[in-house]
């Protein structure tokens, strides 16, 4: 038998104790607990805690981070859950007015509910409470009433007496909730089918926004009239609306998103394609993950798909196979295939079949243009298969009604520079010209484009920066306190109570 090799003593001890050192941190990982998450009653108050804390540091970055949960915390909302929330923060006798007036707006807790909540031990003392809590309150209460049919009535009721309870209060600590409130308003006149009744309101609050450099205010409500009027088809007056105002750039990323959106589809339907394009564009980029708003999302595709086929482009094809617009921009990729076919036939079978979902979508008359862009398509495909084909031939391969149409079709495609050839009159024939292969001016406008994107990025992440408060201070006390060590170190110099050695090897 082989001879095995023994370890000395100590490598078996110093063995055991790293063994020993696993098994404990092993234990230590699994005795850690998990954090449980907060429940929506304690996460209100953790949010009002906030709010104070904003308004006494005038730090509004508090708000915002409190607003920045709205959107998970109204889907985890009902009516026990405000009920308590609501009876935890207004525990004093002096807030039973504002306490009767929020609770009015629920329904009324069961009889069961009532009966529990009923304690005789005293409620710990409670802090002032800032008028900006209550506004809080009101706005999660209007979303609640929001999600169902049977109480939108009344949540255009809360909206209007917020609205009135908002402006009288007039504080400018109130401006980042007051944004939400706009939005939330801007829904139940639209849900209640009385949208257009609301721009009076929307527009005198605008120009008040205005005047008191409210940029977040006024960037919802601008938003909130570009929807009314683009819902109506009122789509000069929401250019005027552009053109009179200025979007303050100081907004967040959601707001400058719907922004684009809308200034995207106004210049589509004025013929504006290309900057539709960028709009549309900066809409995407700016706008929250796909999957927080999908539905934004799939809205802002359709009409760049519709864009970019307007001028002449075709949407790659990896668009159409993203997690949430697969099934919502399969009517549109049917309208892609056609229109890069150059199939006429297929372009109308395929606008007949989806043309309730383009009406729906809003899309049918942009797409109705698309005819021109794929006949076009269509004579630059025959234009490069064949050097001369007849006017009779065009007409049958791209189903037009008659050789006349034919004609002014191509000679106006030769006119814009999409083919080049001439017609012969004479004979009734296409001569085709072989396609040039160069760079043009697009790439120098393609590169400025991309150029500017990213200056402007750099200047908006350079604004966003954040400096401490009064931090220049501590570097005019460091300064003066130099100043004073060095007029103490050339005293006492003169007065002789140094000397060479004092002063250390430098001097």
């Known amino acids: 038998m082989p001879d095995v090799e023994m370890k000395p003593a100590e490598d078996k001890a110093t063995d055991k104790k790293k063994e020993e ?43 915002h981070r409190v607003l920045r949960t709205l959107t998970a915390l109204r889907k985890r909302l009902d009516d026990s ?63 609640h009433l929001l999600t169902s049919e049977e109480t939108q009535e009344k949540a255009l009721e809360l909206a209007n007496e917020t609205v009135e309870k908002m402006q009288a209060l007039n504080r400018r600590s109130m401006d980042a909730i007051a944004a939400k409130v706009w939005f939330a308003v801007d829904r139940a006149y639209e849900l209640a ?66 922004y684009h959106y809308y200034l995207g589809r106004i210049r589509a339907v004025q013929l504006n394609y290309t900057e539709a394009h960028t709009n549309l564009q900066q809409a995407i980029r700016r706008a929250p993950p796909a999957k927080t708003a999908p539905g934004f999302y799939q809205a802002v595709h359709k009409y760049f798909v519709v864009v970019e086929l307007l001028m002449g482009d075709i949407p790659d094809r990896t668009l159409f196979r993203h997690v949430v617009l697969d099934k919502a921009l399969n009517a549109y990729f049917e309208i892609v295939k056609a229109v890069r076919t150059g199939s006429l036939a297929q372009f109308q079978s395929t606008l007949s079949k989806h043309a309730a979902q383009f009406e729906e979508d809003n899309t049918y008359t942009l797409i109705i243009r698309l005819r021109q862009n794929v006949i076009k398509t269509g004579i630059r495909r025959l234009s490069l298969s064949y050097s001369r084909i007849s006017l009779r ?8 009604d008659s050789e006349e149409d034919a004609e002014y079709i191509v000679g106006k495609a030769i006119r814009d520079g999409v083919i080049e050839g001439r017609i012969v009159h004479e004979k009734g024939w296409m001569e085709c010209g072989t396609q040039k292969n160069a760079y043009g001016p697009e790439v120098s406008e393609v590169f400025g484009r991309r150029i500017a994107f990213c200056l402007d990025l750099h200047n908006q992440s350079v604004k966003a920066m954040r ?19 060095e007029k103490e170190l050339a005293k006492e110099i003169q007065d002789g109570d140094l000397d060479d050695e004092d002063m250390g090897p430098d001097f």
């Open 21 to 63: 050192k696993k098994e404990e941190k092993k234990e230590e990982k699994k005795e850690e607990p998990k954090p449980v998450p907060l429940t929506p009653e304690a996460e209100i108050k953790n949010n009002v805690a906030l709010i104070d804390r904003a308004v006494s540091t005038l730090e509004p970055r508090f708000t």
């Open 467 to 485: 400096y401490p408060l009064n931090a220049h201070r501590k570097e005019l006390a460091a300064a003066e306190g130099a100043r004073e060590r």
């Open 81 to 143: 859950v405000l009920r308590n929330a609501i009876d935890g923060l207004y525990n004093k006798g002096r807030y039973n007015s504002v306490k009767k007036a929020l609770l009015s707006w629920l329904p009324p807790a069961p009889a069961s509910d009532q009966e529990m909540e009923v304690d005789s031990t005293p409620k710990p003392p409670q802090a002032e409470l800032v008028p900006e809590t209550e506004m809080y309150l009101r706005l999660l209460i209007l979303q």
């Open 193 to 258: 089918g009385e949208l257009s009744d609301a721009r009076p309101l929307f527009l005198a609050a605008q120009r008040t926004a205005s005047l008191r450099h409210d940029d977040e205010a006024q960037a919802a409500l601008i938003n909130c009239l570009l929807r009314s009027y683009i819902t109506y088809n009122l789509y000069d007056q929401a250019d005027k609306l552009v053109s009179k105002t200025t979007f303050p750039t100081s907004a967040s990323n959601a707001q400058f998103a719907r």
């Open 393 to 400: 031939d065009i007409c049958v391969k791209l189903n037009l």
